[in-house]
């Protein structure tokens, strides 16, 4: 059975049809950046559905441009040769996947060094790359883009920090508004005279004068760049957090004032060993955590964000048409793995027709999730029987994926465990489940067994495999099945309803057309 349909005429209602399947779209799936900053110099490679785009290749090298450029005025003369080194690698590269030449930016530190205009010449002579220096104000609306391609809708200020300074740009309504670049990269705070006090108190000022300038905000703060992440996965050490994904990891205002008196208490070098940081890093997250305590202090936002997506997103999102910005990401990612790995790929649809009479009430999952665990029910299959469960919640938990909460990675990961295992007791993801509630975990569980259920009848011919009743209050299950799936339902079938019952709280199970 070919269950793919017509893509062109396929309808999921208010999801729309796949993008990535569009010209306009395939033209995006893969695409190079390089992002020579004043710390690192990185080049990415996104590859896969334009809106949700996997990481082909992603690598940097820590090459210091900007260390010394307070001082001195100039790049770091061995940050130098190592960027140039990274670059005409990363060029070779780029040429070996066929997709050169790389869309090349610079930021702070070549854009304020002296010699900035001659590292730009000698890398075009010696590599043929052309290196664009965007101003301030670009940058942090390019950061901000970023995280509008993982956050449709995004709303509140978006702080991206460097090595040599920190950008600001507000966002309203899923659009970038106001912007402003400072001077308040750790790497230039290490020139601040006056030690501590004197560090605090130009920090305040200079926070002060973004507060003025921005007006209040009393939204979320998003948080870009190395330093942040770093602070973020010390945040996760600390409070012994089990779920190490730091994209879409939230911090209260109380947590994160928490972890920066930690750092300012530790002993950096066993904090750097325990969490994983390099030194070069490291060595920046205790001037940065000022800066943030300070940023909170006067903003006072509502929560704390750590988004992974920045300037190298925002400039993916720069070539998308609005149709393809305004799709969601999640869906979009999730219709990318069912046509690359599925069995079956298109009875995705089918199957969220066939569920989704049991998420109708009040405090029914999303559909979008619903959706999502439809669509990637299947794509796990290549691994072996007694781990897919395993598989699937690693993959739906770990994954490099955008618009989910890690309340909602976890709930897919449940709803997938449970695709392919009735019980998840004493499993090895316990602590976890403890991420949601019992009454969401308990909506997965009952998502993953209605999908367990439904994955019997995939040779069905019918459009439609048959449809849920739900009556809560009768605590009565009834499922009508479609001709073309009748000699479908056997007693493996019939034990996989009764387990989805049982979830349900059903006493009476009832099968019609059977």
């Keep these: 059975m070919d269950a793919s349909g017509d893509a062109a005429t396929e309808d999921w209602g208010p999801f729309g049809r796949p993008l990535f399947e569009d010209p306009s779209a395939r033209a995006l799936s893969r695409v ?43 790049l770091n003369p061995e940050g130098r040769i190592r960027a140039l080194s990274a670059i005409k690698r990363f060029q070779l590269l780029a040429e070996g996947m066929r997709i050169a030449p790389l869309t090349a930016v610079a930021t702070a530190a070549v854009r304020e060094a002296e010699d900035g205009p001659a590292f730009r010449e000698e890398l075009q002579r010696e590599t043929g790359l052309r290196l664009w220096v965007i101003d301030g104000e670009e940058e942090a609306r390019l950061s901000a883009q970023g995280v509008l391609l993982g956050w449709p809708g995004a709303y509140g200020l978006v702080c991206d920090i460097g090595g040599s300074s920190m950008e600001l740009a507000e966002l309203r309504d899923g659009r970038v508004g106001k912007r402003i670049s400072t001077k308040l990269g750790p790497q230039r705070l290490k020139t601040i005279k006056g030690g501590k006090k004197g560090l605090k108190n130009h920090i305040a000022v200079e926070v002060a004068a973004l507060a003025e300038t921005m007006g209040s905000q009393k939204d979320r703060l998003f948080l870009v760049g190395g330093s942040w992440r770093a602070l ?24 994160v004032l928490a972890t920066i008196d930690y750092i300012q208490d530790s002993k950096i070098e066993d904090l750097r060993l325990r969490c994983g940081l390099s030194e070069s890093r490291m060595a920046l997250v205790p001037l940065a955590s ?28 720069e070539q998308m048409p609005q149709r393809l910005r305004d799709r969601d990401p999640l869906i979009e990612a999730c219709r990318f793995a069912e046509a690359k790995d599925a069995r079956m790929p298109g009875f995705g649809r089918r199957l969220y027709d066939f569920v989704l009479p049991l998420f109708s ?64 007791v004493n499993s090895r993801f316990d602590p976890l489940f403890k991420l949601i509630d019992d009454d969401f975990l308990k909506q997965a569980e009952i ?24 009556f809560p209050k009768k605590q009565r299950l009834e499922v009508r099945l479609a001709p073309g799936t009748r000699g479908l339902f056997g007693e493996v079938a019939e034990a996989r309803l009764n387990s989805l019952g049982s979830a349900l709280g059903a006493t009476d199970i009832v099968v019609i057309g059977r």
């Design 447 to 470: 998502l993953g067994k209605a999908m367990r259920f439904g994955a019997m009848l995939t040779a069905s011919k019918d459009e439609k495999m048959g449809s849920f009743k739900y």
């Design 32 to 74: 190079g950046v390089l992002d020579v900053g004043s710390n690192s110099v990185r080049m990415v490679v996104f590859d896969g559905a334009a809106r949700s785009p996997a990481y082909f290749f992603n690598e940097k090298v820590m090459a210091g441009l900007g260390a010394g450029l307070a001082e001195t005025g100039r």
């Design 232 to 255: 973020a996965r010390i945040d996760m050490d600390r409070r012994g957090y089990p779920l190490t994904v730091l994209h879409e990891y939230r911090m209260s205002r109380k947590s």
């Design 290 to 317: 000022l800066v943030l305590k300070e940023l909170i202090r006067q903003l006072k936002p509502y929560d704390i964000a750590i988004s992974s997506y920045g300037i190298r997103e925002g400039m993916l999102y």
């Design 361 to 424: 009430g009040r405090k029914a999952a999303p559909h979008r999730l619903v959706k999502a665990a439809c669509l990637l029910h299947d794509v796990s299959w290549r691994a072996h029987p007694d781990y897919r469960h395993e598989v699937c919640f690693d993959e739906a938990t770990r994954a490099n994926l955008g618009g989910m909460t890690h309340s909602e990675r976890v709930f897919l990961g449940v709803a997938l465990l449970h695709r392919y295992k009735n019980s998840r």
